[in-house]
């Protein structure tokens, strides 16, 4: 396996930058005027790793699609402004750097709009980072169908053996699972056991953790 022909594949929220919180909060306020109230469990069970389109589908099934975009589009602009301060996630622009020496891909693969994600690679400084970037308003199904992470090695020219994932995310470990990729969990928002039993081959709480380092020397020795 050549470093040439490989890449990495990290999913946007909670797995680059933890904004788990800064969703939460967005939620919360736009559901409170509709007398819902958005904790954590709730959050994790029907919002956490979910296409927008789907969230406000299960929540208000009685909204038009025009309105439920409308909604939609709503939370997100109170997303961007709540998350302002968004640091990346311990120990990525180190592992960024470490796939730029070895000659890695990158890519970015998330169910999150493009607004979003323009806005928070401005913020992080990314913006050159990631190709391709995968959008899962753009696959034929979001995560957590496999469609996205297909889309990406198929752009890449890649097989599944060839590539690794971070996700941070139920939906997103199933779609990269599903998709045959080699799994890592990030348990920035769901308990580590959880992430293990979604098929992640790992658990690490960041991008810091001594056993991910070791698989990836592991990989440079084979390389």
Known sequence: MGFKRFC???DLD?????????????WQQMLH?????????????HISGKKNQHIVEQIFPELSPEAGEQLAKQKESLFRQLATQIKPLAGLLELLQWTKTQGLGRSLVTNAPR????FMLN??????TFSPIILGEEAPAPKPHPDPYLMALEKLGLSPKEAIVFEDSLTGIRSAVAAGIQTIGIASTHE??????????????DFTDSQLWAMLDSLTNRA
């Open 33 to 45: 005027d509709y007398h819902i109230t958005v904790d954590e469990i709730f959050y994790r069970q």
């Open 192 to 205: 580590p056991n959880t992430l293990k039993n979604e098929g992640a081959t790992m658990v690490v709480a």
């Open 8 to 10: 990495l594949l990290f």
């Open 115 to 118: 607004d979003n994600v323009d």
């Open 14 to 26: 909670g797995t680059i930058a933890n904004t788990d919180r800064f969703h939460m909060q967005a």
């Open 123 to 128: 913020l992080l400084n990314l913006t050159e």
